[in-house]
């Protein structure tokens, strides 16, 4: 019997799903054994992103309990669910645990909680013993080697078996089948930073383009000197902590405050965005009301059924605010009825029968919810200070500091648990979006859905947000405003924003708190570059082209070639991260199951599988 040769080109843990799927439905499919060959410059099941070598500073923005890589009853897809432990689960059960570890990680996992956010190191040793886990899944007789290497170059029409061609080796991988599972990649640098580069290297300056956070030399920033940070996210706040804590500062807690101690080699830091505020803390509690419920409002077929384009904020954008408004007042209803002067039945009945930006939708929640405090305001969410102006920048901190304490407040009170309804019903929504996506028809997003949807729940933990307060009262942090703008003249780098007039910070460095926006235009991936300039791919809004079925590499007249395969975010059929909350339907894990059984079942076809006996 031949064995069929897959070669899967990245081998993080997005990679390791796949392999999780293809064992999942390989009896029913007929699967036999396979050669698989993952090739991936970084370590197999950890991949860039969680690799276990980068700073045990760097945590997940998860609760243990919130991270998964298996599927569960929530799970929509056709193959067979193989239900796991999650993180905390699997931290847990010392038979599943047992791992190679080094004592500061072993240490970590002895004390985490559920609620625990963990380190990204601990995260890595949860996703090899996945990616092990996957491996033996496959069926028997199966093969599995790993290429420590890169892919250049890729050949073979859709008929034939498909060559693979690595960095620095002679003759290719010959494979029947190839999977790219790239996750997040780099981008050639922008014209826009390239220009800020020459500037500050003919001027004596610090420029660090965007990038990953872990991989960026941060020992270009001088100490003690001003740089301008553009972005508040979570990069921000990793870079936050590499530049204070990881120069040798310390912090204390005094009297239930939170203190920061500088060593003397930190640098200054003026950070600003659009909002000028950072992202929301994660919330620490449970829901106190009913069951979360699946979307209502956005009906992705109805939308599909359309002729034409779909314009996100005309015909995508209301639907998912009704629908991620309903899973709010809904938790606000039955877990806090105090607080609410209808019944949940009337006020769902009267809420479901109007548009979102329909007037009378706002007189309901007038009547029915007392408190302003208690509505819910996506404008208002998404620009929170914008409009407002501060006298002078000590008056601006601190007011910020008061709203990042009212942030922290409000996320760990359960009386506004209204806020995990919400956050769920986004995580409901988001899911439904890679259809859409795929149809190649949505105009108009220009990723404010994805900056939004990090905003509000992919924030930081809690704690990363008192750190941040500790460092802004000792003078290493503080904050430009909204709208913030930088320039590169007279020899600095200035920076101010509109919350602030007049205000205007010299610097003598700027960093882009940000990651690299990749295009399929301007990838610095070779493998994608190679692609593209054969005609062999191509973009939509600057994503590879996928079908929506199956996430096939499209040609330029939208047929599919039967050998190839591309999951990821660089693709039209987003689905971004690689494991998920338990419970949650996750796009990837659905996303991974239709690409494996696509894959066996053309092994199958053309008789390149057939079952062990």
């Known amino acids: 019997m031949t064995v069929p040769v897959l070669v899967v080109v990245g081998a993080g843990p997005r990679a390791a799903g796949l392999l999780e799927r293809l064992g999942a439905n390989a009896s029913e499919l007929g699967g036999g054994p396979v050669e698989v060959h993952l090739v991936d410059p970084f370590p197999a099941g950890s991949g860039r992103v969680w690799r276990h070598e980068q700073s045990a500073l760097l945590r997940m923005n998860s609760m243990a309990e919130d991270v998964t890589m298996f599927t569960d009853s929530s799970v ?7 239900e796991g432990p999650s993180l905390a689960e699997w931290a847990a059960d010392a038979s599943l645990s047992d791992v190679d570890l080094d004592p500061e990680v072993r240490a970590e996992l002895v004390a985490m909680k559920p609620t625990s956010f963990p380190s990204r190191r601990l995260q890595s040793a949860y996703l090899k013993w996945f990616h092990a886990l996957a491996v033996k899944s496959l069926p028997q007789g199966s093969s599995v080697r790993v290429h420590r290497d890169r892919v250049v170059r890729l050949s073979g029409g859709s008929q034939v078996r498909q060559r693979v061609w690595l960095e620095g080796r002679e003759g290719p991988l010959v494979a029947d089948v190839v999977l790219l599972a790239l996750g997040h990649l780099d981008t050639e640098i922008a014209p826009e930073h390239a220009r800020l580069a020459e500037y500050a290297a003919g001027h004596g300056l610090t420029y660090l383009p965007p990038d990953y956070t872990a991989d960026t030399d ?92 779909l314009d996100f904020r005309a015909d995508v954008w209301p639907a998912m605010a009704k629908d991620i408004a309903f899973g709010y007042y809904r938790e606000l209803f039955t877990g806090h009825p105090d607080r609410v002067l209808l019944p949940w039945e009337e006020f769902s009945a009267r809420f479901a029968a109007l548009d979102w930006y329909d007037e009378r939708t706002r007189a309901l929640e007038t009547a029915a919810v007392p408190d302003p405090v208690d509505r819910l305001d996506f404008e208002r969410l998404d620009r929170p200070i914008a409009g407002l102006e501060f006298g002078s920048a000590e008056e601006f901190q601190d007011y910020l500091r008061g709203y990042v304490v009212a942030d922290v407040d409000r996320r760990s009170d359960s009386r506004h648990s209204a806020d995990l309804g919400a956050f769920l019903a986004l995580l409901g929504v988001y899911g439904k979006l890679p259809r859409l996506l795929a149809s190649g028809r949505l105009r108009g997003e220009h990723g404010w859905w994805h900056g939004f949807f990090s905003y509000l729940a992919s924030g930081p933990p ?20 909204a709208d913030t703008w930088v320039r590169a ?9 509109a919350s602030v007039p007049g205000h205007v910070v010299r610097a003598t460095g700027l960093i882009e708190a940000r990651l690299p926006v990749h295009t399929l235009a301007h990838t610095a991936d070779p493998l994608l570059k190679s692609l593209r300039d054969n005609g062999e791919v191509f973009e939509e809004e600057g994503q590879i082209r996928v079908s929506p079925e199956d996430s096939r590499l499209l040609d330029a007249d939208g047929r599919p070639h039967t050998r190839r395969f591309a999951v990821g975010p660089y693709t039209n059929n987003k689905a971004y991260a690689a494991f998920a909350r338990p419970r949650t339907n996750a796009p990837a894990f659905r996303q991974n199951d239709e690409v494996a059984r696509a894959v066996l079942k053309f092994l199958a076809a053309r008789g390149l599988s057939s079952s062990v006996a």
Do not use: M
């Not at 929509?76 to 193989?82: F, N, R």
């Not at 947000?465 to 405003?481: K, M, N, T």
């Open 218 to 309: 941060l020992s270009a920033v001088p100490a003690g000197e001003d740089v301008v940070v553009r972005g508040l996210g979570l990069a921000f706040v990793d870079l936050a902590v590499l530049l204070a804590e990881g120069r040798g500062g310390t912090f204390d807690r005094r009297d239930g405050v939170l203190h920061y101690t500088p060593s003397g080699r930190e640098p200054r830091l003026h950070a600003g965005s659009r909002r000028g505020v950072p992202y929301h803390s994660k919330t620490g509690y449970r829901l106190q009301g009913a069951p979360p419920e699946p979307p209502r409002f956005l009906d992705v077929d109805a939308l599909l059924a359309r002729p034409g384009e």
């Open 76 to 82: 929509e897809c056709a193959g067979p669910v193989v």
């Open 462 to 481: 809690p704690e990363r947000l008192e750190e941040l307060l500790a460092l802004s009262r000792a003078g290493i942090v503080s904050f430009l405003g």
């Open 489 to 497: 003249e007279d020899g600095v780098f200035l920076a101010g924003s």
